[in-house]
């Protein structure tokens, strides 16, 4: 029943940088597994990164691992995701979700934030 709302997303050139943002509803979102997602056109929706409620532990996909960064801030019931070195194939629409850490499978999904890196 939580309510996400995704911002952040953009236009940037290939080796840019971007933060995106995810505000959840309800005051039980520092006991949610939280994960974004990203979908290309003709792609399927894929995992990128997560972090757990309890720990804050974080997991990564491997083709973003040392590029983005997954964090959270509790007291802001927000979630965001730090790109760095961008490249075209970062090109997506950006979920937030609630994420189960052990399936890497989201539910209660964002609209999500369209991201496009240019060469």
């Known amino acids: 029943q939580v309510q996400l709302v995704e911002s952040g997303g953009g236009l940037v050139q290939a080796g840019g940088s971007l933060r995106l943002s995810c505000v959840a509803s309800g005051r039980s979102f520092k006991y949610y597994n939280m994960g974004w997602f990203r979908q290309a056109p003709g792609t399927e929706r894929e995992f990128v990164a997560g972090i757990t409620g309890t720990s804050s532990s974080t997991y990564y996909a491997d083709s973003v691992k040392g590029r983005f960064t997954i964090s959270r801030d509790n007291g802001k019931n927000t979630v965001y995701l730090q790109m760095n070195s961008l490249k075209p194939e970062d090109t997506a629409v950006y979920y937030c979700?609630?994420?189960?850490?052990?399936?890497?499978?989201?539910?209660?999904w964002g609209q999500g934030t369209q991201v496009t890196v240019s060469s």
């Open positions: 979700a609630v994420t189960d850490a052990a399936t890497r499978q989201g539910s209660s």
